[in-house]
């Protein structure tokens, strides 16, 4: 379990097929009733031709624009006082910026350090050969040798394209904040839709790591109709139910050998060097 001040990082995009990361820390953030301290200006970082504006009402009625942003994020008053110890959990969520991520990484960096942060976990998700109906895999990693030691952890050795993860993780380690990363395989042929089992899984994890209690109640719901919903579709598709069964031949295989983190980490490795080079890419 990590100790102190802890910061949560999702964003949008490259890094988070199906948005599984960002969908576990938009349903945190809901249940901690989490305010924004600090955001950056999305002038200053976002194509709006890939980011778009959304166009949405509010409480009253009113129609309002929904900029791509990235904010710093803490639970409510009453949350804390429900949970002591989540007044030392910050969420950063945003969008993957388009363009000056040098001058992102240090805006962010300043947020980071202004709180005094002690430990930074970053969430990324890849589309991978893995089956929907089974557990879904995660490989944790980390470029800090203390935190590899105390969590039985392996260091990354990918070299090739990265998304803003890896530059802010990179910015961080490089002030002494050392930066844990917990990566989840989703299934590549459901790529279109949001992936709330891996959400949930995500819960899970950080529950771990963080000793936190968090309801994934209504992710559960989620994702129990969205595996059903699949199975429905396999069912009625004889090569695609086929091609499941394969993959919980394979992942069972694997399972029972006690899948190792090597393994994980090279599907993490194909599954970046093989990523279009889209600022789209990543989104359901």
């Known amino acids: 379990m990590l100790t102190g001040r802890i910061l949560i990082v999702a964003f949008e995009g490259w890094n988070d097929a199906t948005e599984a990361a960002t969908g576990a820390l938009k349903a945190l953030s809901e ?3 989490a305010s924004i301290l600090e ?29 791509p942003a990235t904010e710093l994020l803490q639970a409510s008053s009453e949350a804390i006082r429900a949970q002591p110890g989540l007044q030392d959990i910050y969420l950063l969520l945003g969008t993957e910026p388009s363009r000056r991520w040098l001058t992102f990484a240090a805006e962010v960096m300043e947020m980071v350090q202004d709180r005094e942060i002690d430990h ?41 394209p990265v998304g803003i993860l890896a530059v802010l993780a990179q910015a961080f380690e490089a002030e002494n904040i050392p930066v844990m990363s917990v990566w989840a395989s989703v299934p590549h042929y459901v790529h279109n839709s949001s992936n709330p089992k891996a959400a949930l899984g995500f819960l899970n994890q950080l529950e771990a790591l963080t000793g936190m209690t968090f309801s994934g109640a209504a992710l559960a719901d ?25 993959l ?7 399972d029972s050998e006690d899948v190792s983190g090597d393994s994980l980490a090279r599907e993490l490795e194909k599954y970046l060097k093989n990523r279009p080079e889209s600022p789209e890419a990543g989104k359901a």
């Open 31 to 33: 249940q901690i009733s």
């Open 39 to 67: 955001a950056v200006d999305p002038e200053d970082y976002y194509d709006f031709q890939f980011s778009r504006p959304v166009a949405e009402f509010d409480d009253e009625g009113n129609r309002i624009l929904s900029w």
């Open 120 to 160: 930074v976990i970053m969430l990324g998700a890849m589309l991978a050969d893995v089956p929907h109906s089974r557990p879904v895999p995660f490989f944790k990693s980390s470029q800090n040798k203390q935190l590899r030691e105390l969590h039985n952890l392996d260091a990354s050795s990918y070299e090739g």
């Open 222 to 246: 989620q994702a129990f109709e969205w595996e059903r919903s699949i199975d429905e579709v396999a069912e009625a598709d004889e090569e695609l139910a086929a091609y499941v069964q394969q």
């Open 248 to 254: 919980e031949s394979s992942r069972d295989a694997l």
